[in-house]
C-alpha cells in the first residue's frame, strides 16, 4: 500500500490524451488501491485507513464518470481489447464496495445503518451494470470479432476475473449464497477466457517468429 500510493497520485495527474479503453486505468487504479486499503484496515482493525478507502472508493467513482464521457462508443465495436475496461473499472469498484462493506461488518464499527445501506446499494447498482456491460460488451464481439490479436485483449481477462471476484465478494459481503453461486460459474468463465487469451498469445507469437524467419531467407 506504502508503494502503490504514491505510484497512484503519480498516475492519476499524468495526462490521458486518449479516448479509447485505457481512460478508465485512472479509475481502475484508485479502486485498487481502495480494494487494498479496504483489506488491510479490516485485517489490522485500522479504521482511518478504511475512512480513506471510502473516500478512493466514491473518488473512483468520480473518476469512471469522467472516463465515460471522453471513451468513444465506437470503440465497443472496434477496441483491439482495451474497452473492455468499460467493464472492468465497474468491477473493481464493486469489489472495493464489498471489502468496505465487509470491514465494517467486522471487528470495526465504521457504518451507521443508513451508510450501510446507501454503500450496499451502490455496490450491488455497480456489480448489475458490471454484469450489464460485460454482456454488451461479449454481444459486440460476437457481431465485430476481433481476428487480429493485440496484447490489448487481456483487458478482456481481466474484466472476466475483476467481474467473478466482484460477485464472490458482494456474496460475501452481503450474505447472499445464490450470488455465491453466479460468482463461481463466472470464475469458471475467466479461467476460460485466460486460457484462450493465453492460446491466442501463443499462436501469434509463434507465427510472427515464423514470418520473421521467412522475411530473413527472403533478403538473402
Not at 128 to 144: D, Q
Not at 178 to 195: F, Q, S
Request: hydrophobic share 55%; charged share 15%; glycine share 8%.
Amino acid at each position: 500500500l506504502a508503494l502503490a500510493a504514491p505510484l497512484w497520485a503519480v498516475l492519476l495527474v499524468a495526462a490521458a490524451r486518449e479516448r479509447h479503453g485505457t481512460v478508465f486505468l485512472r479509475c481502475v487504479a484508485t479502486q485498487g488501491l481502495a480494494v487494498l486499503g479496504a483489506t488491510l484496515a479490516a485485517a489490522e482493525s485500522v479504521a482511518w485507513l478504511a475512512h480513506a478507502a471510502l473516500t478512493l472508493f466514491w473518488l473512483g467513482l468520480v473518476l469512471y464518470c469522467l472516463a465515460l464521457f471522453r471513451f468513444e462508443p465506437r470503440q465497443v465495436a472496434e477496441g483491439p481489447g482495451d474497452h473492455w475496461l468499460l467493464g472492468g473499472a465497474l468491477a473493481v469498484s464493486a469489489l472495493a464496495g464489498a471489502r468496505l462493506l465487509s470491514a465494517g461488518s467486522g471487528r470495526l464499527y465504521l457504518w451507521n445503518d443508513e451508510d450501510h445501506d446507501v454503500l450496499g446499494r451502490v455496490t450491488v447498482t455497480l456489480l448489475v451494470l458490471t454484469a450489464v456491460c460485460c454482456v454488451a460488451l461479449f454481444t459486440a464481439e460476437l457481431f465485430w470479432p476481433r481476428r487480429r490479436y493485440d496484447g490489448r485483449r487481456w483487458a478482456t481477462v481481466f474484466g472476466a476475473v475483476g467481474t467473478a471476484t466482484a460477485a464472490l465478494a458482494v456474496a460475501a459481503a452481503l450474505d447472499a449464497p445464490w450470488l455465491d453461486v453466479l460468482g463461481e460459474a463466472l470464475l469458471w468463465m475467466a479461467v476460460a477466457a485466460w486460457l484462450g487469451c493465453t492460446a491466442w498469445t501463443v499462436t501469434s507469437a509463434r507465427a510472427g517468429a515464423r514470418t520473421g524467419r521467412v522475411r530473413s531467407r527472403a533478403r538473402r
